[in-house]
C-alpha cells in the first residue's frame, strides 16, 4: 500500500527512538491511528480516557526515562485536553512531543466542524509549534519538534489537517525541500564551564565556612557527585522536591526535602549558611533561600538564562550537573572544621524521630503519616513512585524516604492534582520490571477516575 504522510509521521517517530504514543482516537486523527495500527508490532499505541492523561503520562514517561514522550489526540477537544498535562511538562522542563489533528485542510477557519486551531491554542505552551502543510513537510518539521523538545527540555507539537495525514507520501514537493535533507541524530550537549569560572567558583566555595547545597531535577543523574561535593565541602544536600531522588534519603549527606512540606534541618542550613552551592534547580519558593546578601553563591545551571534566577550569586556555571561537579571536584578543597555538617546530621537525628513517632501512632482514625510511613518501608528498593499535589504531597516528601535506587516525582512546578497515575502508568510502561506506586489522594484519585464511571 502506498505510504501516507502520517506514515511518515510514525516511521520518523520511530527513528527517533519512539516505542509508545499515549492517546485518544476521533475523527481528525484517523489517518494517523491507521498508521499506527498498521505499525502495532513495533510501536504501541496506550488509550486513554481523558487526553489529559496522555499528556501526563508522556511527561511522567519522560521525568522517569529521560527520553521524549509523545501524546496524540484528534482535533478540537482532543487537542484543548492536552493542555494540563503539556503545561505540566512545559513548567517541569521535560520532553513532550503533542500530535494532534485539524479540520480538512481547505476547511480551516471556515467555521467548520471543531474548527480550533489547535498551534494557536498551543503557542504559549510549546517551544516548538508547527502546521504541517502536506506530506512534504512532515519528516523536516517532526525531526525539528523531537530534536527542539529534547535539547530544549520543553513541549513540541505538530498539528495535521485530517485529509493531509491521508494523502501520498512526497505528493506536492517544492523544489527547495529536496528530499531527506533532515536527520534523526540528536546530539547531546556537552557543554562545560569556562575554566576560569571554575577557578572562581572553586575560591568561592573553598572560602566559605558553613556551605549548603541546594539542588533538584538537575541533580537526578548527578547523585554520586553531590556526594562527592557535600563531603569535600562538608555541606548539607538540600533538595526540592523534583530532586527529591538525587541523594537517597539515608545519605549522611542530605536535609531531605526543603520549602513548605519539608524537614527543619532543610530550613535552618540555609537560614545559617554564609556560602550556597546551587546544583540543578530553581526551586521557586525565594523565601526558602538565604537573604540576598547573607551568603555567597555559586550556581550550576544548564539553562545560562537561569543563572541568578532566584539567587544573587557571584558565579555561575552553565553546564550539565555531573559534568560540571566532576570538572569542580578536584578543584574543592576538604574542609576540616566539620561543624555545620555534623549539626544538620544531628538536626536529621531529631527529625527522624520525629517521623518516627508520628508515623507510628496508632489513633483512630488512623493518621495519613501512618499510610505513608508503611508504604514507604514495604517498597521495593527498585520502587518508581508519582505523588499528586495536595497534602499527600507532604506524607510523600516526609515519610517516604528514597532509596538510592528509587525514582520519585510529582508535578513540581505546576502542581497539579491527578497527575499520579497516569505518571505511574507511564512509568510502569517503559519499566514493566520494577515496581511502580502512584501515591494520590482521594480527590486525585476521583479527577482522575470520573470519566471511567459511567461504565461501573
Ligand atoms: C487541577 C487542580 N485543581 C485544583 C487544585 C488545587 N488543589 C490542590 S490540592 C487539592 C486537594 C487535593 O485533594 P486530595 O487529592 O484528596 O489530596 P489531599 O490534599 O486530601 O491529600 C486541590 C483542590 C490543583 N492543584 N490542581
Redesign the pocket.
Known amino acids: 500500500m502506498a505510504q501516507t504522510a502520517a506514515d511518515v509521521l510514525i516511521e520518523t517517530l520511530q527513528d527517533w527512538g519512539t516505542e509508545v504514543v499515549f492517546g485518544l482516537p476521533g475523527d481528525g486523527i484517523n489517518g494517523i491511528m491507521e498508521a499506527l495500527r498498521k505499525r502495532r508490532e513495533h510501536i504501541r499505541f496506550i488509550q486513554v480516557r481523558h487526553e489529559e492523561s496522555a499528556a501526563f503520562m508522556a511527561c511522567g514517561s519522560a521525568k522517569f526515562t529521560g527520553k521524549l514522550g509523545v501524546c496524540l489526540a484528534t482535533s478540537g477537544p482532543g487537542g484543548i485536553h492536552l493542555m494540563?498535562g503539556l503545561y505540566d511538562a512545559k513548567l517541569d522542563g521535560q520532553p513532550v512531543l503533542a500530535i494532534t489533528g485539524l479540520p480538512y485542510h481547505d476547511l480551516i477557519a471556515t467555521h467548520t466542524q471543531q474548527d480550533v486551531e489547535l498551534d494557536k491554542v498551543m503557542m504559549d505552551v510549546a517551544k516548538y509549534n508547527a502546521r504541517v502543510m502536506g506530506p512534504t513537510h512532515v519528516e523536516n518539521v517532526t525531526d525539528l519538534a523531537c530534536r527542539t523538545a529534547l535539547a530544549y527540555h520543553g513541549v513540541s507539537h505538530i498539528t495535521i489537517p485530517v485529509d493531509v495525514q491521508e494523502m501520498a507520501a512526497g505528493k506536492g514537493r517544492s523544489r527547495r525541500n529536496v528530499p531527506g535533507h533532515t536527520s534523526d541524530v540528536f546530539a547531546r550537549s556537552a557543554r562545560l564551564p569556562d575554566p576560569a569560572d571554575l577557578q572562581r567558583a572553586a575560591a568561592v566555595l573553598n572560602a566559605g565556612r558553613k556551605v549548603a547545597i541546594l539542588t533538584g531535577r538537575g541533580g537526578l543523574r548527578a547523585g554520586n557527585e553531590l556526594e562527592a561535593a557535600a563531603e569535600r565541602l562538608a555541606a548539607p544536600i538540600v533538595k526540592a522536591l523534583l530532586g527529591k531522588a538525587a541523594v537517597p534519603d539515608d545519605s549522611p549527606f542530605t536535609t531531605g526535602a526543603i520549602g513548605l512540606l519539608g524537614t527543619r534541618p532543610s530550613q535552618e542550613a540555609p537560614e545559617q549558611c554564609d556560602t550556597l552551592l546551587i546544583v540543578g534547580t530553581s526551586f521557586p519558593y525565594i523565601e526558602f533561600y538565604p537573604k540576598p546578601g547573607q551568603a555567597r553563591g555559586v550556581q550550576i545551571e544548564l539553562d545560562p538564562m537561569r543563572i541568578g534566577l532566584r539567587y544573587p550569586v557571584e558565579v555561575g556555571l552553565v553546564g550539565d550537573s555531573a559534568a560540571t561537579l566532576r570538572a569542580l571536584l578536584p578543584l574543592l578543597q576538604r574542609k576540616t572544621d566539620r561543624s555545620f555538617l555534623e549539626r544538620a546530621q544531628a538536626g536529621m537525628r531529631e527529625w527522624w524521630e520525629l517521623m518516627e513517632k508520628q508515623g507510628t501512632r496508632r489513633d483512630t482514625p488512623m493518621k495519613?503519616q501512618v499510610v505513608a510511613h508503611e508504604l514507604g518501608r514495604r517498597l521495593r528498593d527498585d520502587a518508581i513512585v508519582s505523588c499528586?499535589?495536595?497534602?499527600?504531597?507532604t506524607?510523600w516528601a516526609r515519610h517516604i524516604p528514597a532509596r538510592r535506587n528509587q525514582m520519585h516525582s510529582l508535578s513540581g512546578n505546576l502542581?497539579?492534582?491527578?497527575n499520579g497515575f497516569p505518571y505511574a502508568i507511564g512509568a510502569q510502561i517503559a519499566y514493566p520490571n520494577r515496581q511502580v506506586v502512584a501515591f494520590?489522594?482521594?480527590?486525585?484519585?476521583s479527577?482522575r477516575s470520573w470519566p471511567s464511571w459511567p461504565r461501573v
Open positions: 494540563n495519613p499528586d499535589s495536595g497534602t499527600v504531597a506524607w502542581a497539579t492534582m491527578a494520590v489522594g482521594d480527590g486525585g484519585f479527577m
